[in-house]
């Protein structure tokens, strides 16, 4: 397995699990989450700021300014005069790119698909589902009513779309902005992971 997948998700629709599985199946690491302590430890910043700006662009100045104070590590004035949310995308950017340098990796989410558009030995995929699934997956994993659910789904879904059409210069879950996209509604967690492998198998035979 020399290839890194990359997954953009659909809230609700299994994006980390089916991540991680793929992982354990080939015996590689799964970063999601893993992410943001590795950008904080490399970058110099509190792990803190990495969670509060985690897929989610902020226009606030005020909270710029205030977390601004927390930034060191970059001495160029050009970087010192961004946004700290500019700050932290370009330090998981940074980020992303030296774990794909090291190894063969599953990461999901953070806009990994554009940070990595270079490499030539990389699956971007995108998982989706239809939202009455995803509602039920929320609820019982978050242990919310239905409505809660489909609250939370749509502020998460806004939230991954305007990270990813702001930072990249892609549109989130385009199909033109991936190599396969995939219905786990349809498929199931498993049936999902399992088309996914095939599909890698045949990339990896055409890419040697």
């Known amino acids: 397995m020399n290839t ?3 997954i953009g998700r659909q809230f609700g629709s299994g994006g980390h699990e089916i991540g991680e599985k793929l992982a354990q199946f080939w015996g590689i690491k799964c970063y999601d989450k893993e992410l943001l302590a590795r950008a904080a430890k490399e ?4 792990e803190e700021m ?4 985690d897929e989610r662009p902020t226009n606030s ?3 710029n300014l205030v977390m601004d104070t927390y930034s060191f590590g970059y001495n160029s004035s050009t970087f010192v005069d961004m946004p ?3 700050k932290v995308f370009l330090a998981q950017f940074d980020a992303i790119k030296k774990l794909a340098k090291e190894e063969p990796c599953v990461i999901v989410g953070r ?6 558009a270079e490499f030539k030995n990389c699956v971007h995929i995108f998982i989706h589902g239809d939202l009455e699934t995803r509602i039920q997956r929320v609820a019982k994993k978050y242990e ?11 502020k998460k879904d806004k939230q991954r779309a305007s990270y990813y059409n702001y930072y990249s210069s892609k549109k989130w879950a385009s199909v033109e902005s991936y190599h396969l996209s995939v219905d786990s509604s349809l498929l199931g967690i498993d049936g999902t992971v399992e088309l996914i492998k095939q599909f890698v198998n045949g990339f990896e035979k055409n890419f040697s």
């Open 84 to 86: 700290i949310s500019h």
């Open 111 to 116: 806009c990994a698909d554009y940070a990595l």
């Open 144 to 154: 919310l009513t239905s409505d809660k659910a489909k609250e939370m789904i749509i």
């Open 50 to 53: 990495f969670r509060n700006h």
């Open 61 to 63: 100045f005020l909270y």
């Open 43 to 46: 970058s110099g910043y509190c």
């Open 4 to 6: 890194i997948i990359t």
